[in-house]
Nanobody, 121 residues
Framework: EVQLVESGGGLVQAGGSLRLSCAAS????????IGWFRQAPGKGREGISC???????DYADSVKGRFTISSDNAKNTVYLQMNSLKPEDTGVYYC???????????????WGQGTQVTVSS
């Protein structure tokens, strides 16, 4: 059974940084795709970044150049370093098995419980 647990959220001022962690159990780190998603207040979930075991990395335009995704296979953990945060980055951040489909949880795909990020202006 795949289980994902996010941590590292919090309250930060605009321009600040946070690093989110996604601890993944039950995931084969020799063959995986892990995505980060977020849900702003009153909006739907959106995919923001993806990392795969083949080394490929991708970002949504809204975070490109500010966020960096990485993985530590020895720790079965995926990270999201978030710099130059803006108030519009506020939301609940989730990691999930697979990338880019914000409704994959409806298909039984593993998602974490989310971690709140609040960016004050």
């Amino acid at each position: 059974e795949v289980q994902l647990v996010e941590s590292g959220g919090g309250l930060v001022q605009a321009g600040g940084s946070l690093r989110l962690s996604c601890a993944a159990s039950g995931v084969d780190f020799d063959d995986y795709a892990i995505g980060w998603f977020r849900q702003a207040p009153g909006k739907g979930r959106e995919g923001i970044s993806c990392i795969k075991s083949d080394g490929s990395i991708d970002y949504a335009d809204s975070v490109k150049g500010r966020f960096t995704i990485s993985s530590d296979n020895a720790k079965n953990t995926v990270y999201l370093q978030m710099n130059s945060l803006k108030p519009e980055d506020t939301g609940v951040y989730y990691c999930a098995e697979g990338c880019w489909n914000p409704l994959s949880y409806l298909l039984g795909i593993a998602w974490g419980q989310g971690t709140q990020v609040t960016v004050s202006s």
